[in-house]
Nanobody, 124 residues
Framework: QVHLVESGGGLVQTGSSLRLSCAAS????????MGWFRQAPGKEREFVAT????????DYADSIKGRFAISRDNTKNTADLQMNSLNSEDTAVYYC?????????????????WGLGTQVIVSS
C-alpha cells in the first residue's frame, strides 16, 4: 500500500513557475513508477509526466515538453514536478500516481495508487 500526498499548487500568473511535490508513504517506493496527471474543468484526466523507478527513464506529454520536468528522490520518497512558463491551459488539478510496473507509463489505468490532487490556477 502506498499513500500519496501532493503539495505546491496555487494561484500564479502566466509565465510563472511552480514546483509540485508528491510525498509517498508505504513500502518499496523505490520500485514504483511515479506519474503526474492533470484534470482541467470539464475535461478528462490527462497524462503529464512519468518517471521510472530508477529515475533514468522519463516521458512527457507533448503539451508540456520543454516546460515541465519530473524528478524523484528515492531517499526521501518524493516525486516532484517542476513547472515553468505556465499558461492558462495548465490550469487544472494535478494528481500524483504510483504504479507497481516500475517502467515509465502514460496510461492512467496502469497506476495503482493516486493522491487527492493539488489545484493549480494560472491567471493571465
Amino acid at each position: 500500500q502506498v499513500h500519496l500526498v501532493e503539495s505546491g499548487g496555487g494561484l500564479v500568473q502566466t509565465g510563472s513557475s511552480l514546483r509540485l511535490s508528491c510525498a509517498a508513504s508505504g513500502r518499496s517506493f523505490d520500485t514504483y513508477t511515479m506519474g503526474w496527471f492533470r484534470q482541467a474543468p470539464g475535461k478528462e484526466r490527462e497524462f503529464v509526466a512519468t518517471i521510472s523507478w530508477s529515475g533514468l527513464d522519463k516521458d512527457y506529454a507533448d503539451s508540456i515538453k520543454g516546460r515541465f520536468a519530473i524528478s524523484r528522490d528515492n531517499t526521501k520518497n518524493t516525486a516532484d514536478l517542476q513547472m515553468n512558463s505556465l499558461n492558462s491551459e495548465d490550469t487544472a488539478v494535478y494528481y500524483c500516481a504510483a504504479s507497481h510496473l516500475g517502467v515509465s507509463s502514460r496510461l492512467a489505468s496502469e497506476y495503482d495508487y493516486w493522491g487527492l490532487g493539488t489545484q493549480v490556477i494560472v491567471s493571465s
